[in-house]
């Protein structure tokens, strides 16, 4: 999806590159969609990369990059105290000493609403977290907990530009003892977010997760998005994360998605709670159908999704038939205001067999909201053109 996406949106460039006088405004600077420009720190300091592991960390010059603070470039291999330290991806990561902070230049289109995507691991026991922000816009990311075994996890977070020149700063608000510890960071890439439209017959935006943030293509571990309350602002269009632990953004590539290219997989039971505030008209009956899967990360059963719309709520255990890796769940609920809250979690606290420790859970795609009160929908509908006939015939 992200893919295609960057596809068209070349396309649409390149288009405005023919038509340049009317895209004179759109087409202007504003960042590609994926990896920024040595996100990844792959690209060599000019007098290389630094040999690693001699005493006191090195602050070294990182191209694309400003820094303050110690910032160390760390190598794949490299050891510190006995412990082999984790580079997310490729050769080299970035790691952030005691109130280090390290920032890159921005072109955005204001008024948009763009998410990044990074990948953290910690480096020490301690509680580590990361601030990561576009000012005004910041977040604090919670490293303490892992979700995956192999010690770093990507995540994702959102943000509304404020203005085209930003700049993008990544912070360890730590202040540790040790000042070898603090968190990794690799793998950073932007994505312009759109909401799509809300589709006929269904209330739900973005029910089917297809637009969310950008996910390398081999990111096989899915984006975590962690909690965010603002509808406006959140990497996933359309919804909340409302509890305090992330639920898990998961691709068809690596993982098993009912429809589509993308899902979400609820992690950590009613610790990571998905919700959307839908359109509905009062007193008015409703079905709530959505899919229910397993992601084929084996995922020890049994495996459980809570439902919840309006004042009702329901369990469903996953119980597939035949070799199907998702099925169909539904729930009824009579509308009580202009706004229902639709929310999911997971029931149990899952984790993977082959290591009892990486978060897992059930998969939610699909989600459609829509009247079933029909009758009274053509009543309303007959009313309004009675009424409209008789207008015609009061003003001839
Ligand atoms: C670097 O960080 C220190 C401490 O947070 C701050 O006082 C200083 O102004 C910063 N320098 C720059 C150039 O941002
Ligand atoms: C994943 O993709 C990125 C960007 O395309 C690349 O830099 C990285 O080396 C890849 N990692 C693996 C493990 O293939
Ligand atoms: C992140 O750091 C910025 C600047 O250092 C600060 O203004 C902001 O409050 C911090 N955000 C969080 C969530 O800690
Ligand atoms: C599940 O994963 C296995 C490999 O782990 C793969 O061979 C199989 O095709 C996957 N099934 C689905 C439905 O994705
Ligand atoms: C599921 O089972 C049917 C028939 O039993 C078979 O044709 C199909 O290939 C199977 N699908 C998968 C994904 O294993
Ligand atoms: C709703 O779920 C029930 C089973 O719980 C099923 O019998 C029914 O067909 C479903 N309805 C829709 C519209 O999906």
């Known amino acids: 999806m992200a893919a295609s996406v960057a596809g068209l949106d070349r396309m649409a460039r390149l288009t405005c590159f023919f038509v340049s006088v009317f895209c004179f405004f759109s087409s202007h600077v504003a960042a590609d969609d994926g990896l ?13 990369f630094p040999s ?33 330290l984790i ?27 763009y998410s990044v995507t990074f990948s953290a691991a910690r480096t020490c026991a301690q509680l580590e977290s ?12 919670d490293l303490q907990t892992l979700y995956s075994v192999q010690g770093w996890d990507s995540y994702a977070w959102a943000f509304v ?65 962690p909690t965010n309350l603002d509808e406006e602002s959140s990497p996933l269009p359309g919804w909340i994360i409302e509890s305090n632990r992330a639920v898990r953004y998961i691709d068809s590539t690596h993982f098993a ?36 899967g397993q992601a084929n990360d084996s995922c020890l059963k049994p495996l459980a999704v809570m439902a919840f719309a309006a004042d009702q709520a329901r369990g469903i255990h996953y119980t597939p038939t035949g070799n199907m890796t998702h ?5 009824t609920f009579t509308a009580k205001a202009e706004r229902t809250r639709v929310a999911f979690y997971s029931v149990y ?39 409209m006939i008789w207008v015609v015939l009061m003003g001839l």
């Open 257 to 292: 998605v009912p429809q589509g290219k993308r899902a979400i997989e609820l992690l950590s039971g009613k610790e990571g709670i998905i919700s959307q505030m839908v359109e509905t008209t009062p007193e008015r009956s409703y079905m709530l159908a959505f899919s229910m």
């Open 130 to 141: 990361i601030n990561i922000s576009v000012p005004p816009a910041t977040q604090s990311v």
């Open 36 to 48: 920024i420009s040595n996100g990844d720190f792959e690209t060599p300091p000019p007098n290389g």
């Open 161 to 225: 530009a404020q203005s085209e020149d930003s700049k993008l700063v990544f912070r360890n608000p730590g202040m540790e003892d040790d000042p070898t510890c603090g968190p990794i960071i690799d793998d950073i890439a932007i994505k312009k977010l759109f909401t799509p439209d809300k589709p006929k017959d269904n209330v739900v935006v973005n029910g089917d997760f297809e637009e969310g943030p950008w996910m390398f293509r081999n990111e096989s571990l899915g984006v975590l998005l």
């Open 349 to 387: 606290y899952n984790t993977r067999s082959d290591d009892l420790s990486s978060l897992c859970g059930p998969v939610v795609d699909d989600v459609r909201v829509w009247s079933t009160s029909g009758a009274g929908y053509r009543l309303a509908g007959a009313s309004a053109v009675m009424w």
């Open 52 to 84: 690693g592991g001699l005493g006191e960390p090195e602050t070294s010059e990182i191209p694309g990059w400003q820094s303050n603070g110690t910032i160390e470039l760390v190598s794949s291999g490299q050891k510190q105290g006995g412990m082999i």
């Open 87 to 113: 580079v997310p991806q490729g050769s080299h990561a970035a790691r952030l000493g005691n109130d280090a902070e390290i920032n890159q230049d921005i072109k955005l289109e204001k008024g948009s609403t």
């Open 327 to 331: 099925m169909d769940a539904n729930l």
